[in-house]
């Protein structure tokens, strides 16, 4: 009684949400929740008089961007492959804003930030989404002919002038995300093997000189021993590959790191991974490597889904924002271990940060939106 109850249960859950999927996602946030209060909660308790400043902060994001998300919800992925050139070019239009001067809002020598009284908002995370939209949408339309230089052309030159105003904030980590992801794409999309190769070299290219201007890019290129560099920029790698260290395998126990007690100066944002690895060990690590390859493994079944259907876009979208999240966790994994050099990139659902935050929860939406989608398409289908 109670299996077919259950069955019931599942039966009425499944043309709305991928139940698999949604419990991952309630772990991923519910599990960030509680790494971020632990990292915070000294550092908050310093600096702003409350231990759960950072804590209650993030909830009020999540809470924020379930109310924008619940728009999204109710927008079909058809309707947003149709209007993708709306949600680019407006939010193109705030990222050219930023640079402007006077108008956005600098920290740390960057200018990624919009201020207006106490809301600040980062439009480069909510671009790189849109950017993402209608870059599958343009591979959708144009599947057929995307062997032509032309067509191909295309999405190289808009994430080119993209890749400009983000430089000019400077901001090459998202820069760096956004032309693997168009590479990625543009290969999963099946454009030439010969095209692909000249955009990578032109790619590298581009990398290689952007650094060598830059004594600070240049700099981070030496981070394979960063505690000889102590006193300078090997600091906070430093620290990070000792909290890592003394983790261990199991950890010295949730809230006990001794590294965020004013070693790490901001331990609740790119270093977090560092203090969960101290915390939980080796277990931790696998533990929250396993969720993002969960997550990333369940968007590309929803994208096979879509293909066998024939929902083209929603099937790229699938892929791409799976590949989007979860570059960005391994990315950010891979700065904390020394493995790339250091830069600014968050932990999707675990680093605070508001911008971002909005942008995951966004992101989530539109797959649990495809899925409805795609699971209406396939019950036509079937009774057809």
């Not at 939010?91 to 006077?102: A, K, N, R």
């Not at 993002?292 to 994208?303: M, P, S």
């Amino acid at each position: 009684m109670k299996k077919n109850s259950k069955n019931n249960l599942s039966n009425v859950i499944k043309p709305f949400f991928d139940l698999n999927f949604f419990f991952l996602i309630i772990t991923i946030i519910l599990f960030g929740l509680l790494i971020l209060t632990s990292a915070s909660i000294d550092f908050a308790s310093k600096n702003y008089n409350h231990p759960f400043y950072f804590t209650l902060r993030q909830i009020g994001h999540l809470v924020l961007g379930i109310l924008i998300c619940y728009f999204f919800l109710y927008l079909s992925s058809e309707n947003l492959r149709k209007h993708n050139k709306i949600f680019f070019l407006f939010f193109l239009f705030f990222l050219i804003l930023v640079i402007i001067p006077g108008i956005g809002k600098t920290v740390n020598n960057s200018t990624r930030w919009l201020s207006y009284g106490f809301l600040n908002v980062q439009p480069s995370e909510f671009f790189k989404l849109f950017y993402i939209v209608w870059l599958c949408a343009y591979l959708d339309t144009n599947k057929k002919v995307l062997f032509k230089i032309r067509v191909f052309l295309i999405p190289v030159i808009i994430f080119s002038l993209s890749a400009l105003v983000l430089l000019l904030q400077p901001d090459f980590g998202s820069t760096a995300i956004l032309f693997l992801i168009t590479f990625i794409m543009l290969f999963i999309a099946k454009a030439r093997i010969l095209h692909l190769l000249g955009m990578l070299f032109c790619g590298m290219f581009g990398a290689i000189a952007l650094i060598l201007v830059s004594p600070e890019r240049l700099s981070r290129l030496d981070f394979f021993e960063p505690c000889l560099r102590y006193m300078s920029d090997g600091y906070h790698l430093c620290w990070s590959l000792m909290a890592i260290g003394s983790g261990g395998l199991f950890g010295k126990g949730l809230g006990a790191s001794s590294t965020k007690l004013s070693y790490l100066s901001h331990p609740h944002t790119d270093f977090i991974f560092a203090i969960l690895a101290e915390e939980l060990g080796i277990f931790g690590v696998v533990f929250i490597t396993t969720l993002f390859y969960l997550f990333l493994k369940k968007c590309i079944f929803i994208g096979d889904k879509s293909f066998r259907v024939g929902m083209v876009f929603q099937g790229y979208l699938s892929y791409a924002i799976g590949i989007f999240i979860s570059t960005q966790a391994f990315l950010n994994m891979s700065v904390n271990l020394g493995i790339v050099p250091t830069k600014g990139l968050v932990l999707p659902f675990f680093s605070y940060g508001g911008s971002n935050y909005l942008v995951s929860i966004l992101s989530i939406t539109i797959i649990l939106r495809i899925y409805r989608d795609v699971y209406k398409k396939s019950l036509n289908s079937s009774l057809r």
